[in-house]
């Protein structure tokens, strides 16, 4: 299968391999639990690999996985909230001092929509201001940014792990583009080298049980479809076991 082509589930054959890569990479690193396509707990992401490493006496460590094959797609997930959040309210408050001047200029723009003239809105659109119409792209395009891709950056606050590993082409790696807190994992010749070691994250014991729970039901999963067992087979031996 060539690297642009997709199987079933719609996934590149090298985005599969970056997981089976990373898979392979913590097992060897002493994860002994470890499953693919995980949901995790505290918020609505899927992990491409997530893996729990016991300790002895103690509840063990869990680490995160994300593959990426593209830069586009690892430029997605990586918006940084504080930063983005901060720009934003620069723009708005830019938006808000031209949307002042544009109403003292051009009175003619104002729509009465409204029973008090205080109230009427105005259409600024309508004179093709140049300065306007670009705030308004970039407050457009900060709030799609702030709201959808801040993946790498709400997975370090929920503490959903203990460890995070971008998995990336060797043609890929920047060390600007990796997120604050992750480490970098570089694929070259079917081979994982740590190119960035990731900060440990501390997290409460019973979200580390709570990750190894999916773990644990994401790799049944896997192995029922392997196995061709259904849940009607499922519920069937559950009737037969009363």
């Known amino acids: 299968m060539g690297v642009g082509v997709t199987n079933s589930q719609g996934e590149t054959a090298r985005h599969a391999q970056l997981k089976r890569l990373a898979f392979l990479w ?17 918020c609505r992401y899927r992990a491409d690999v997530a893996a729990y490493r016991p300790h002895p006496k103690t509840i063990g460590s869990t680490a995160i996985f ?19 959040r901060q720009r934003l309210e620069t723009i708005c408050q830019r938006r808000q ?30 004179i093709g201001h140049r300065g306007y119409a670009r705030v308004l792209r970039e407050l457009n395009a900060l709030q799609n940014r702030l709201y959808d891709c801040t993946k790498f950056d709400k997975l370090i606050r929920y503490r959903c792990a203990n460890f995070f590993f971008l998995v990336l082409p060797g043609e890929l790696f920047r060390d600007s583009e990796i997120p ?5 994992l570089v694929e070259s010749n079917d081979t994982l080298t740590l190119a960035r070691k990731p900060m440990r994250q501390e997290n409460r ?3 580390r049980l709570h990750l190894l729970q999916r773990i644990a039901a994401a790799g049944t999963r896997t192995l029922n479809r392997h196995l061709e067992i259904t849940s009607d087979g499922v519920a069937a031996e559950r009737c037969r076991s009363f």
């Open 26 to 42: 913590a097992q060897a690193h002493g994860y002994s639990a470890c499953a693919m396509e995980v949901r995790l707990p505290q």
């Open 66 to 84: 994300e593959c990426k094959q593209a830069l586009s797609d690892l430029r997605r997930d990586n918006c940084r909230s504080e930063a983005a």
């Open 97 to 126: 001092i031209l949307e002042a001047r544009l109403r003292v200029h051009y009175p003619n723009l104002r729509i009465t929509d409204s029973l008090f003239p205080e109230f009427d809105s105005y259409d600024f659109t309508a």
């Open 180 to 184: 604050v807190g992750w480490g970098a």
């Open 205 to 207: 014991p019973e979200m």
